[in-house]
């Protein structure tokens, strides 16, 4: 197959996808899932129209996601913006969906990326985001999910895990304000806590509530980002620290610590100081050190460098972070911010600079940019 050609057509059928109503951010993506197809049918049956083949098979995957997402914003739209606490609601068959979805068939990573983009509302680039990876290899890995699981009979539910990974990333890209859907990954983890007696199904939801009551002190009136150390915490949600905790305490005590648990652990010592200096940064460490063991991810020790820079000092935060891959998503912004407390503003500027071209939203690029200006500005006095 000439791959030139398929590349050179793109522009034009992104072109005609746009005139035909679609907005340019859902042409792309369904103009990406058309190439994917083409790379794996062309070869052995070409289209006489190529052109004319990706339109269609295109249009047609605009519109299959056009309706998902109608569906999405119809069950978006029964729920309030602050999830209340207790009980949950009657079910719907939102869950059920994510449990088919993350179909026996996939590997767990497969069928949460299928899971995030078929019935979360995710696009494709915030799911990479989410793994690491590129934007392309996740749209190749969601399509071979999909064409894993066409033609299976979805009688086979997925396991609690892989669930609990999506309900996981899905709340992740509603707090960060990309998308507003905290308050239904809220609402799903609850009717999963109520009908699965698991410790870790109790320590996502535990995770949420303690995140979200900090909700409406993370941004300023201006929409400008508030780091927790400067957040005004009598506009926490007590009440819902309170039910986060107890939850977290209920499944610490069952003694089957997991990733969600020890996560849950650390926001529920942030929600606990009455100050940002009263932080218990020595237990954090400890949790940190746990979820490094159940996790090894890079990102946790990323997060560990920080606490241990609060803990011991900025010289030990940097000797942490000098052990860990400089492409790490907010590394450069973790870097500035320790070098700025050891008493280098020129280098922690420089990092700020650095961090803020590589920010994935408005609001953390700009407090970045910022803080490079405020210590640039510091050095010409």
């Known amino acids: 197959m000439d791959e030139a050609l398929v590349r050179s057509l ?19 993506d369904a103009v990406q899932d ?8 062309w070869p052995a049956a070409p289209p006489r129209d190529p052109k004319g083949w990706l339109v269609t098979v295109a249009w047609r995957k605009f519109l299959d996601q056009a309706r998902a997402d109608s569906a999405r914003r119809r069950r978006e739209d029964l729920v309030e913006d602050e999830p209340p606490p207790g009980p949950a609601p009657g079910l719907d068959d939102t869950l059920q ?9 996939l590997t767990p990573s497969s069928a949460v990326a299928l899971t995030l983009r078929a019935v979360g509302g995710l696009t494709t680039r915030q799911i990479a985001r989410a793994y690491l990876v590129p934007e392309a290899t ?24 892989t669930v609990l990974r999506v309900l996981y990333l899905v709340f992740n890209e509603g707090y960060s304000g990309d998308v507003d859907l905290a308050a239904e990954a809220i609402r799903l983890t609850r009717q999963l806590a109520a009908a699965i007696d698991h410790p870790e199904v109790a320590g996502l939801l535990a995770l949420m509530l303690l995140h979200h009551a900090r909700r409406a002190s993370r941004t300023g009136p201006d929409g400008s980002l508030v780091p927790l150390a400067e957040q005004d915490r009598s506009r926490w949600d007590t009440r819902m620290i309170a039910e986060g905790v107890e939850i977290l305490q209920a499944a610490l005590s069952r003694d089957r610590l997991g990733e969600f648990q020890a996560q849950a652990a650390v926001a529920a010592l942030h929600a606990d100081a009455p100050t940002a200096g009263e932080t218990d940064w020595v237990q954090i460490v400890e949790w940190y050190d746990e979820l490094a063991r159940l996790t090894d991810s890079p990102v946790v020790r990323l997060n ?10 900025p010289r030990a935060g940097l000797a942490a972070l000098a052990a860990l891959d400089d492409s790490l998503p907010r590394y450069a912004a973790v870097a500035a911010y320790l070098h700025e407390r050891d008493g280098d503003p020129e280098a922690a500027a420089r990092l700020y600079t650095e961090a803020a071209r590589k920010a994935s939203n408005l609001a953390e690029r700009d407090y970045l ?9 510091g050095r010409r006095r």
């Open 138 to 161: 996740m749209a190749q890995r969601i399509s071979r999910a999909k064409r894993t699981v066409s033609g299976v009979r979805f009688d086979r539910p997925g396991d609690v895990a």
């Open 10 to 28: 793109t522009p034009g059928v992104l072109t005609i996808l746009v005139r035909r109503g679609a907005d340019f951010a859902a042409a792309e």
């Open 97 to 105: 969906l994510y449990f088919l979805c993350a179909h026996p068939s």
């Open 304 to 313: 560990r460098a920080v606490a241990l820079g609060e803990a011991d000092g």
């Open 369 to 377: 940019t910022r803080q490079a200006a405020r210590l640039n500005a």
């Open 34 to 41: 058309a190439l994917i197809e083409a790379f794996r049918v």
